[in-house]
């Protein structure tokens, strides 16, 4: 089943400016935990483009009042794609910026306006050389002022926004810890524009973009929360599950400086814009019968039910009548009569979705297993977006499909070279100089190469991306290490496939829009193997942002190829990386693990030896890869386990998805 997705339109929270609108599904006027509106779309493009709609228009409507529109713009991940937005609006549309005047939250500090990790140049890069705004009109906090002049920099900073009649529309993200800008947890309502030291977490989440947590910054330069707050209109934006706990606290929580973003539950203007998973914590999401009359069909079901035996820490069929009455789920139990046969059935489906067999199981009844019996022998095509996210994230059934003799390839679709550290590198090119020395391999072209390249390593800038030769020779780290995975767990070279997708090969964390060529590519090895079945990334939230552009080429070029007669016989399960997992009721199949196999899935994630003890892109949690995965994994069985079902010591989940 695909992954089922929200209709914007259908849940906006009552606001000044719109009617109360029923949610989907559902019947009269819902109760609301919220304090903050709240807009959810099915994807943070369309949220995106929303937003950028709305910014487009007050563009538009102070030029025809002949006034200036004063922006208040942030960075990182989030806001990428309206900027991206607004950028094909002045292209296609004639959108001009020529009236903007914009004023950035924060800057890294110490920070050099021209280093590529600096918001002056992420806001060049990703707007502002791309339209028409006067370079006179768009400012960024300095990341270069001396610290006994950082006060008054700061001071003057305000009154600059002050002078030109304050901010029209101020765009936010949000950390996780619930930041604003850099107003990191503790930060005072009535913070002004000031420096600011750090948390670990944001520090620990920058990481990717600085290529490890010892190259981030300690401190920012921040606009306060009271300049936020001044704004006349607030649009903050949230991707993903992993900041679903934080927007629960700021939407339905208590105001706290614990979580600044709470803050701005008082602001008579703002709406939180988020996609599905953002949005996956709030109240009439995770439990929409809490705050609703509902249509109960076999999702809702199977999500309310698991849902109660988790909180009663009771196994689902162990739950009684009363359970059900006592936790607002009344009509359920008038609708489908006694709450055992409800019981019985979520159960049954429950136990339909583990199998041994991810392959399916030969001359077996497959009535009521997740994959189909015939072919016996398939073949199996594993889309792994970096060299890793195979062994991270299905080892345990890539080595069960290969030990019951499915053809099974895999497909790295990215080098992955912007993982490696300078260091590791480094090594790497000391080893093959040392090489050709020791057994006199004389190639001056080589050696040349190599000594190039550990010059430029050693003298690096922040200012620098990598060299083609750098990138080449981080790659080649990742590929030795990816197939030492694939031979270990047992797979001909001939089945290994290195994509290299140019978007990725950019040499920064921020990548091409995907093209043309990455389709094609992606397309023709589909059309090579003629797939029984297909593993895909569908860990939409992964922070480097790649999972999502790699499964946008595998959805097209499976669009194009859908006609094609294998297509009609080919399945195409998702998987999720190291940093969560599918909720309970969306799994379609559970492979289980044994204690032996979830050590054998540990070494091979070892071979990727250049992402351990050091891993470049930790995000905020400072577990190591193999360490994340055993934890998920075992999740999962506890899980199952708790719902009443076999225990097994760890599981991998899969769900289906449909061309």
């Keep these: 089943m695909e992954p089922q997705t929200l209709n914007p339109e259908s849940i906006l929270i009552p606001t000044a400016n719109n009617a109360p609108a029923q949610s989907s599904g559902r019947i009269g006027q819902p109760i609301t935990y919220e304090k903050i509106p709240t807009h959810i779309y099915a994807s943070s493009k369309d949220a995106s483009s929303a937003v950028a709609r709305e910014i487009a228009e007050l563009i538009r409507q102070k030029q025809r009042e002949g006034k200036p529109c004063v922006l208040g713009l942030a960075t990182g991940s989030s806001p990428k794609t ?128 600085f290529g490890g947590l010892p190259q981030v910054p300690r401190k920012a330069v921040t606009m306060g929360v009271a300049p936020i707050m001044s704004a006349r209109r607030i649009v903050l934006l949230a991707w993903g599950e992993r900041k679903a706990q934080v927007i629960k606290g700021a939407v339905e929580g208590a105001v706290t400086e614990h979580n600044p973003a709470s803050y701005l539950q008082a602001h008579p203007n703002v709406t939180f814009v988020l996609d599905d998973r953002a949005a996956s914590e709030l109240t009439r999401v995770k439990t929409p019968w809490a705050v609703d009359t509902v249509v109960w069909d076999n999702r809702m079901i199977k999500k309310a039910v698991t849902h109660l035996s988790k909180i009663l820490n009771k196994p689902i069929l162990k739950l009684i009548d009363k359970d059900y009455n006592d936790n607002g789920m009344s ?103 040392d090489f050709n020395d020791r057994f006199d391999i004389e190639s001056n072209e080589v050696t040349q190469l190599f000594q190039d390249a550990k010059e430029f390593l050693k003298h690096k800038k922040d200012s620098q991306i990598d060299t083609p030769e750098v990138r080449h020779v981080k790659g080649l780290i990742r590929r030795g290490e990816a197939k030492a995975t694939c031979r270990f767990v047992g797979i001909p070279m001939e089945q290994v496939h290195f994509l290299d997708l140019p978007f990725y090969e950019t040499g920064t964390v921020q990548k091409k829009p995907l093209g043309e060529e990455d389709i094609q590519i992606i397309e023709a090895l589909i059309d090579e193997v003629q797939p029984h079945q297909i593993y895909a990334a569908g860990d939409f939230a992964d922070p480097h942002g790649t999972h999502k552009v790699c499964w946008d080429g595998i959805e097209a070029a499976l669009k194009r190829s859908k006609h094609k007669d294998y297509m009609k016989d080919c399945w195409i399960w998702l998987y999720r990386g190291a940093w969560a997992e599918w909720d309970i009721d969306e799994i379609e199949m559970a492979v289980p693990m044994s204690p032996d196999q979830v050590l054998r899935k540990r070494m091979g994630i070892f071979k990727h030896q250049s992402q351990k003890d050091g891993v470049v892109f930790q995000g905020e949690d400072s577990r190591e890869f193999w360490q994340r995965a055993e934890e ?28």
Aim: glycine letters at 8%; charged letters at 25%; aromatic letters at 10%.
């Design 632 to 659: 998920r994994n075992q999740g999962t069985a506890k899980l199952y386990d708790d719902l009443g079902l076999a225990e097994y010591e760890a599981m991998e989940a899969f769900v289906r998805w449909h061309v």
């Design 331 to 433: 009509d359920l139990l008038a609708q489908y009569g006694a709450g055992y046969e409800i019981n019985i059935n979520v159960f049954n489906q429950l136990q339909h979705t583990i199998t041994g067999w991810p392959g399916g199981k030969p001359n077996a009844d497959d009535t009521n297993r997740p994959e189909r019996a015939e072919p016996a022998r398939k073949r199996v095509l594993i889309f792994s977006p970096h060299p890793d996210d195979d062994i991270i994230s299905m080892g345990g059934t890539f080595q069960r499909l290969v030990d019951q003799g499915h053809e099974v390839h895999v497909a790295y679709q990215t080098s992955g070279n912007i993982a490696v550290a300078d260091d590791e590198a480094l090594r790497f090119i000391d080893f093959v100089v």
């Design 82 to 209: 309206v900027y991206a937005e607004l950028v094909r609006m002045h292209r296609e549309e004639g959108l001009s910026f020529r009236n903007v005047m914009s004023f950035n939250l924060d800057e890294y500090y110490p920070m050099q306006p021209d280093s590529i990790y600096s918001y002056h140049r992420f806001m060049k890069e990703q707007l502002f050389d791309h339209v028409d705004i006067d370079p006179e009109n768009f400012f960024v906090p300095d990341g270069t002022v001396p610290v006994e002049q950082l006060q008054e920099y700061c001071r003057s900073y305000e009154n600059k926004i002050n002078s030109v009649g304050g901010l029209d529309f101020q765009l936010l993200g949000i950390g996780g810890n619930g930041h604003i800008g850099f107003n990191e947890p503790g930060s005072l309502i009535n913070s002004r524009t000031r420096l600011i030291t750090l948390d670990h977490s944001t520090r620990a989440a920058a990481a990717m973009e």
